[in-house]
């Protein structure tokens, strides 16, 4: 079976390329490679397609230009036959134990073997941990089709690096790590990402390692954000400002630039997870990496505690405030609500008999409600608040003036408003002068 032809096959517009999984990485991919090829878009959920299919973004990446693309959305698996480079970016959670599952993963290879013909080069996107692709999905496309892997088809794996609200840090301006199962599908692969990453692709030498770098990396980010968190908490209890702390750190010409905060979101927080479970298989336990994500993991119930502590030293029944929430996705300027730490204040909070009520408008109501039992308020709809806590920083909040926030609460004493500053999105001279109790991370 010759490989060799099918970039060139793609370009000409004899081949297509199909992409399975719809979400934040998929649908940019499927979007920037229809600018130059012809492309299947790919996904078991119908009311995406349909939406995508009427040009509306829901996860706000692409935004109107959806209504001039020309990739072809379909929830039809037998569209896939049509393709003879398949990438597959489909979500990797953790259970909730924290062991990977790999459910999308194995759904996604068993509709691709099932609609696989000979020829194909399959590349998979989704954050696994080194040997998933070949040792799970190989095996499982081979029983669906009948077809002989390296024989009949060809695999690689891409580690995607889209970074989700992120509109600089682009699809085409991120360098691209490639791999391929042997010489021969590595550089058709290469090739055919070329066509779309401006910014150059990097290749390595087997697919296990470009398993490897994605969950390094996401780890690496995962552990320099616990030890600012860590020294976050240090300072706080040493009456400092941690903002001003790393703003002076940060003239340094060797320094990270990492702030603290909440870790949430499909990478950064699951990421380690896979790495770490894989290890132990091994017989390795991780000595920081847990730990880091330990840390990170506690963010929320710190934050919240820290606004209780805050309630009562202000003279507030916290069992009586009202307490407002701005923001709930896992990032600024973004939808995406998987796996928000944000989540972890309210429960925190509920643990205390607290009912938060929470506002976002870049957040999908329907999902905040069905993945964490929260109903969004509108922000003109909020009542008048005994404690604000801005847990995001959103461009909206982020803008707000002192005087602003100051109108979020109830008519009583400055002194006795609490602000919460999650992000340090707020000077701390204008903070100084407003009068209200505030704290931030």
Do not use: H
């Given at each position: 079976m010759d490989f060799n032809n099918i970039y060139q096959n793609l370009i000409a517009g004899q081949d297509k390329l199909a992409v399975v999984g719809l979400g934040y990485v998929g649908m940019p991919i499927a979007v920037e490679f229809a600018k130059h090829i012809k492309v299947i878009g790919f996904d078991i959920n119908k009311q995406r397609v349909e939406e995508y299919s009427n040009g509306i973004d829901s996860t706000n990446e692409i935004g109107d230009a959806i209504k001039d693309s020309t990739v072809e959305f379909t929830s039809d698996p037998s569209k896939l036959s049509e393709a003879k480079f398949i990438i597959v970016a489909v979500p990797t959670p953790v259970n909730s134990d924290t062991t990977p599952d790999?459910?999308?993963?194995?759904?996604?290879?068993?509709?691709?073997?099932?609609?696989?013909?000979?020829?194909?080069?399959?590349?998979?996107?989704?954050?696994?941990?080194?040997?998933?692709?070949?040792?799970?999905?190989?095996?499982?496309?081979?029983?669906?089709?009948?077809?002989?892997?390296?024989v009949d088809w060809k695999i690689g794996y891409s580690p995607e690096r889209i970074n989700p609200g992120d509109h600089v840090h682009r699809l085409p301006n991120i360098v691209k790590v490639v791999s391929g199962m042997d010489e021969e599908s590595m550089r058709e692969i290469k090739k055919v990402y070329d066509i779309v990453i401006k910014a150059g692709t990097f290749s390595v030498s087997n697919i296990k390692t470009a398993e490897a770098v994605k969950v390094v990396e996401n780890s690496q980010r995962d552990i320099n954000i616990a030890f600012m968190n860590e020294i976050a908490m240090i300072c706080d209890k040493m009456h400092i400002d941690t903002d001003e702390v790393l703003a002076g750190m940060n003239t340094k010409w060797n320094a990270l630039g990492f702030k603290p905060g909440l870790v949430g979101g499909h990478c950064i927080g699951i990421d380690p997870y896979y790495l770490t479970n894989a290890a132990e298989k091994l017989g390795y336990h991780s000595q920081i990496i847990l730990n880091g994500r330990k840390v990170n993991d506690s963010m929320g119930a710190y934050v919240a505690d820290a606004a209780i502590k805050e309630?009562?030293?202000?003279?507030?029944?916290?069992?009586?405030?009202?307490?407002?929430?701005?923001?709930?996705?896992?990032?600024?300027?973004?939808?995406?609500?998987?796996?928000?730490?944000?989540?972890?204040?309210?429960?925190?909070l509920r643990e205390y008999d607290i009912l938060p009520i929470v506002s976002d408008k870049w957040a999908d109501a329907s999902v905040a409600k069905q993945e964490y039992g929260v109903d969004l308020v509108a922000f003109d709809q909020l009542p008048k608040a005994d404690c604000v806590i801005v847990a995001v920083g959103h461009n909206e909040y982020r803008s707000m003036s002192t005087h602003q926030l100051k109108r979020l609460f109830k008519d009583v004493p400055d002194d006795e408003k609490v602000l919460v500053d999650v992000k340090s999105l707020y000077r701390m001279d204008e903070l100084k002068a407003s009068g209200v109790r505030f704290w931030r991370l």
């Open positions: 790999l459910k999308p993963v194995e759904g996604a290879s068993r509709t691709v073997g099932q609609n696989i013909t000979p020829g194909t080069i399959v590349v998979f996107e989704s954050t696994v941990y080194p040997g998933v692709t070949e040792d799970i999905c190989i095996p499982i496309i081979e029983e669906e089709s009948g077809l002989k892997c390296g309630m009562i030293e202000a003279g507030q029944a916290p069992k009586k405030a009202t307490v407002i929430i701005l923001g709930i996705t896992f990032k600024e300027n973004c939808p995406d609500t998987r796996n928000s730490k944000v989540v972890d204040i309210i429960n925190r």
